[in-house]
């Protein structure tokens, strides 16, 4: 069982073996993936992760496969950590970096989580994967299915962007387009996947998928010479990747990796669906569901977030917060992002980029502060965002005088 | 007859059926409540907290809509009606 000791809780504290198991079998909590930390300190640290493999199986103590051979060999991970100090300087910021997981094997961080749980469909010989998916997921299962040999099923609402609605395809996965929101999709894949006993990465893989995304918290702490930042800006849906950040900072700690430093982490919704952050300001703390999201982040487009509770639990333990930037300041982040690192994240980056900008311009967040962004889906995925954004092309005659018109006026120099 | 469908954790209070047709009319607390006739006080301690609430990771459904949008547990369940019972587990 390698480093695995087993699942817990994060609700009631109910502990199992590692087993097929989506929730707490008690109170349907979600469940967490524990390690015998004491074996995993043996054999991960800084020097025996020098000249591992540039993917996320080089933090594979912390990551529970059991079969080495059951991975699927996309290479997702080690993406770049881009210092920003263009857009630093645009927002006033001494020390801003941007993990990019834009470049990753279908161009989203979900390729990371789905590495971990179709390797996990394959030690259980599960005869199919599938997922619920606002677009990146449905293209990273897609690819790793195919890749696997294993059919794949993926439940989407039938609105998605149509480049998100196609990559699937092409990776050879079925789509199952519902005619409602994420939540009715949702739903209905809940059932059919139970039904059928295929192994859903982000509903019944769930505590296991969940670990992949820490590995984007492990290799920005690799990146920044074996240091956390001080913020970690992270876009929210379910609230799972905040959820994921968190535990692997806990993990390092444990580990003895990290000693004082502590990350404030901070969530980023869109205004238009933004039930943890306005479940973050409630009496409660509880998420404030909602019926019919409307924004153009889609990935981010979840009503009813599953990890929400936990996400806001975190961001007030570690002294952070919640922000919702509307669409038009996810728009303008993106461009900011594009226009001073060359970085085209698709509206989730914009809105971490939105909330960067936000937050320094109010206070939250300090001008001396070593800020992270989480950069986490490619810009080419959802180009309709920009329909209007930009006055339509003429074309220019093929002749100097032509050109020499249009760039208004034939100076040299 | 009302159809209630079960996801199989949850299921595991029913003797693992996961679909369940009744001859009933009411609200979803009184559905409920003759389920728990059927199968014993362990459905109810499947879906229950201490104080009478749904547990916080179970969601129900009403013809698709969430019972949250609805009236909750006063929700009026027709004769005909599907009732989803599932642990809440969404996105990521």
Redesign the interface.
Known sequence: MGYVRGLRCRECGAEYPPVWLSVCDACFGPLEVTYEIAAVREAFNRKALDGRSKDLWRYRELLPIFDDGSRVDLQPGYTPLRKADNLAKALDLKDVWVKDDTVNPTYSFKDRPVAVAVAKAREWNLSAVGCVSTGNLAAATAAAAAKAHLPCYVFVPAHLESTKLLLPRVYGATVVPVDGTYDDANRVALLAADKRGWGFVNINLRPYYAEGSKTLLFETWEQLGFELPDVTIVPMGSGLLLTSIDKAIRELRELGEVKDASTRIVGSQPEGCSPIVQGFSSKDGRPRPVKKPNTIAESLAIGDPASGYDAIQIMKRTRGFADAPTDAEILEGQKLLARTEGVFAEPAGGTTVATLKRARQDGRIDRDERVVLLITGNGLKAPGVWNGSFPPLTPVAPDPAAVDRFLGGASIG | MVKL?L????A?ATKGD?EIDLDFEGTLAQLFDAVAQRYGKQFRDRIYDGNGSL?????V?VN?E?A??LQGLETRVARDATV?L???????
């Open positions: 469908v996801a199989s954790p949850i595991v996961r547990k916080r990771f179970v969601n459904y698709g969430d949250r949008y989803d599932l642990p809440a587990i969404a996105g990521g």
